[in-house]
């Protein structure tokens, strides 16, 4: 005997399109035009935002940096959908949802330059800091949120990953713990297209990302990345599912700079591949959509520019008056000072090491 | 003899492996098209193929083991690991499986191996670019860890390592990469692994030392015109306990200098040697000086926590005064 035991298949959505044209049928029930005006100044604020830390690098005032520029929609989109009370667990690229959760700007522009003081969370934002080993922070969301479920909270953890961090073992284990244990967490799988310089098609000979889902028994969908308004919507029917079950979405999207500052792209990929996805950037299309509308204009734009030009050069400039105390490390390793830590602190202190 | 610097010292010597040997395979992330994110495999994958250098996913686990199955059926992979911080990943591979394979069959099953990765700080890095891991390595045994402090080193070591019948850990100090170059020879040749090499003579003390402190330990010991013995260790296991006994016994006050945190690392190793050996030809405590005692920071602070150069001329000033 043979028979079919399973079978599954993966949803793609898309609500606005890279001309700006909405599909009524798929739209989100609650959108209206404050909050596509609210996600679109996001998303500009974090475009700016992400130039300025680059340009920062660029002149030796910041550390290596992971530039946004072309994921703003699955990031404000997603960070959009959350509610206060969620909680977000970052990797080291996650700007936009940051900046969408009110993570003051100053403490941001730390990290970036190169401080632990850039990893302290104001409670309310409900974040987590910065983690760089690639996949290594999924778990940790899949501890969060049983947290949640033990404590009753009703919050949902966001969780993002990219394509390449979705072949990390702590993918799939976070993803079966999550199935195993009935934990509501959303996995945002990034999709840019590069991890690095290996294109998403060498990463996996699976057909998307989502479907990894399936073998942890978690429910997934494919969403245009670039579309914050379909991120938006997935996002938020995950969040609000009121059986708060874990789900993966994976978002098409694309890396339209560097990986990180200390990349060459030139080495692995051609220039007319990123051209090619220059007309479908997340925030040219909301545009267009809002100004089709009437709901948006050229003198709405400059002022929101000038605006959030402001904002950031304060923040920058609050940031840059940082300076930074070594006796913090040592304060900061563990809930108490060891003699043998102490002892080391003091022999720097007393021989002006830090002077040297 | 070409002036090469580390990163092309090393390509240079992958080169002539994978020409002498086609059982030699590289893997890893971005080792091919990008050849690697140092450069080290530059040039490689145009040359010798897909098959043999190969971009793999983002899965340091997957990485390292597959290396190990690799060796264990008669190839002899040389994997990167991008970042010695995300070797932690592959961690289980190294210490479960790399280092017993040969010692749970009697030696009738091998893992030769040469796993290379980035390590140490000093370029103002994001954090996991900068630890000095060789301590975690060293401590389990069955692991040969190797790590160069020149160019002509680095050839001649992972020419070597890649010879042997074992796993290697080859850990390349960033910093070093490109620091300066040296005269390297354009042909095959081999360094000793477990030989330390004496890089200055001299008879007040003896300051052994590896990795990115081989030239701060030389620049020092140069500006304060001090007689020194300068140990280079080249292989940290195992170690060159000759070398070490040798001149401590010869000038009797003992300096350890290493990046890697103080507590517990390779120079607690080398001191507990030296005391067990050498006690009696000592005139002074044996001295150590590494980073404090926690994971290595933020770059925003690497340069209150690597040992600088005031840190190592006080430490030498204290031992010339017992």
Not at chain 1, 86 to 94: E, I, S
Not at chain 2, 158 to 177: R, S
Request: with cysteine; charged share 25%; glycine share 6%.
């Amino acid at each position: 005997m043979l028979s079919k035991v399973f079978e599954t298949s993966v949803n793609y959505l898309q609500v606005l399109d890279e001309n700006g044209k909405l599909d009524p049928s798929t739209a989100p029930k609650d959108l209206d035009d404050k909050k596509v005006i609210d996600m679109y100044k996001l998303m500009c604020f974090a475009r700016s935002l992400d130039a300025k830390v680059l340009s920062l690098q660029r002149q030796g005032r910041a550390v290596t940096y992971a530039p946004l520029i072309g994921q703003e929609g699955e990031q404000i989109g997603s960070a959009y959908a959350m509610r206060k009370q969620d909680f977000f667990v970052p990797n080291f690229r996650q700007h936009g949802v940051y900046l969408a959760r009110n993570f003051p700007i100053d403490t941001f522009a730390l990290y970036w330059k190169g401080f632990e003081e850039g990893g302290i969370i104001p409670k309310d934002s409900h974040a987590f800091p910065v983690i760089v080993p690639v996949a290594t922070q999924i778990p940790h969301a899949v501890g969060v949120a049983f947290a949640q479920k033990y404590k009753n909270t009703n919050a949902a953890v966001v969780t993002y990953v990219g394509d390449g961090g979705t072949s990390e073992g702590d993918f799939y284990e976070g993803m079966n713990f999550a199935g195993a244990l009935g934990l509501h967490v959303i996995f945002v799988i990034e999709n840019n297209q590069w991890a690095i310089s290996v294109p998403r098609t060498q990463q996996t000979a699976a057909k998307t990302l989502a479907q990894k889902a399936v073998a942890a028994g978690i429910d997934c969908m494919q969403v245009d990345g670039n579309d914050a308004i379909a991120v938006y919507k997935a996002v938020s029917d995950a969040i609000n599912n009121p059986e708060k079950k874990p789900m993966v979405i994976e978002c098409l999207t694309y890396r339209m700079s560097l990986h990180t500052t200390a990349d060459d792209p030139t080495k692995y990929r051609p220039d007319s591949a990123v051209e090619a996805w220059k007309p479908k950037d997340p925030i040219l299309r909301v545009r267009k959509y809002l100004q089709d509308k009437g709901a948006w204009d050229d003198a709405k734009q400059s002022a929101m520019e000038d605006e959030q030009s402001k904002i950031i050069s304060a923040a920058v400039e609050k940031s840059e008056q940082f300076k930074p105390d070594p006796k913090s490390m040592f304060q900061n390793v563990y809930s108490f000072m060891p003699d043998v830590l102490k002892e080391e602190f003091d022999d720097a202190v007393a021989n002006n090491f830090w002077q040297g | 003899m070409v002036q090469m610097n580390m990163v092309s010292s090393l390509n240079n010597a992958l080169d002539l492996l994978m020409k002498e040997d086609p059982n030699v395979v590289l893997l890893g992330e971005d080792v091919g098209k990008d050849g690697g994110v140092f450069r080290v495999t530059d040039g490689l994958l145009d040359k010798y193929g897909a098959d043999r250098v190969i971009d793999t996913p983002l899965a340091e686990s997957g990485i390292a083991g597959t290396a190990i199955g690799m060796a264990l059926a008669g190839l002899h992979p040389i994997p990167e690991i991008q970042f010695a911080g995300f070797m932690f990943l592959g961690f289980s591979q190294l210490i479960n499986h790399a280092s017993r394979y040969r010692s749970r069959t009697r030696s009738t099953l091998k893992v030769p191996m040469v796993i290379r990765t980035p390590v140490s700080g000093g370029v103002r890095t994001l954090e996991h670019h900068s630890d000095s891991p060789e301590a975690y390595y060293s401590h389990i045994g069955g692991l040969i860890v190797v790590e160069p402090s020149n160019p002509y080193d680095a050839k001649g070591l992972l020419i070597k390592a890649a010879h042997m019948q074992d796993p290697v850990v080859f850990l390349e100090p960033t910093k070093l990469y490109r620091l300066f170059k040296q005269d390297v020879p354009e042909s095959m040749y081999e360094v000793e692994i477990g030989k330390a090499a004496q890089v200055a003579e001299g008879d007040k003390l003896s300051i052994i030392t590896y990795g990115t402190m081989v030239p701060v330990v030389k620049d020092v010991v140069a500006k304060k015109n001090v007689s020194a013995d300068i140990i280079d260790l080249r292989t940290i296991n195992p170690l060159d306990e000759k070398a070490i006994i040798t001149t401590a016994k010869k000038t009797g006050r003992v300096l350890i200098v290493h990046e890697a945190s103080l507590s517990f690392g390779a120079g607690a190793e080398i001191a507990a040697r030296i005391a067990e050996k050498a006690m009696f030809d000592l005139e002074a405590p044996i001295m150590r000086v590494g980073s404090a005692s926690f994971p290595y920071p933020f770059p925003g602070y690497e340069q209150f926590y690597i040992p600088n150069a005031l840190k190592i001329s006080k430490a030498i000033d204290k031992l010339l005064s017992v």
